[in-house]
Nanobody, 125 residues
Framework: QVQLVESGGDSVQAGGALRLSCAAS????????MGWFRRAPGKEREGVARIDNYGGTTYADSVAGRFTISRDNAKHLLYLQMNSVKPEDTAMYYC???????????????????WGQGTQVTVSS
């Protein structure tokens, strides 16, 4: 089992920046692929970025060049640095961890199955 707790969501003006954090506990954190997903009102959940256990990263086209995903394996933390945010980035953001046996969501080569409760990001124009 892996437990995930997000923090850092806030209301911010367009063009501003925000950093989301995710604290992980449970099974060995460093072996997992980790990711950020989001769900905007009235839309399906979508992948934002993911980082593998070697530090390799991939991003959705909509955030590439603006967002940066990173991890601190020693502290069991995952981050999402959000720069130049836009109103369309408004959503509930979820931290996710890989579950190689029972994960129900494939994204960028990783099978995600553990989810946090989410943290709200609101971007005003």
């Amino acid at each position: 089992q892996v437990q995930l707790v997000e923090s850092g969501g806030d209301s911010v003006q367009a063009g501003g920046a925000l950093r989301l954090s995710c604290a992980a506990s449970g099974n060995p954190y460093s072996t997992y692929c980790m990711g950020w997903f989001r769900r905007a009102p009235g839309k399906e959940r979508e992948g934002v970025a993911r980082i593998d256990n070697y530090g390799g990263t991939t991003y959705a086209d909509s955030v590439a060049g603006r967002f940066t995903i990173s991890r601190d394996n020693a502290k069991h933390l995952l981050y999402l640095q959000m720069n130049s945010v836009k109103p369309e980035d408004t959503a509930m953001y979820y931290c996710a961890a890989e579950d190689v046996e029972y994960g129900d969501t494939w994204y960028m080569g990783c099978r995600f199955g553990y989810w946090g409760q989410g943290t709200q990001v609101t971007v005003s124009s």
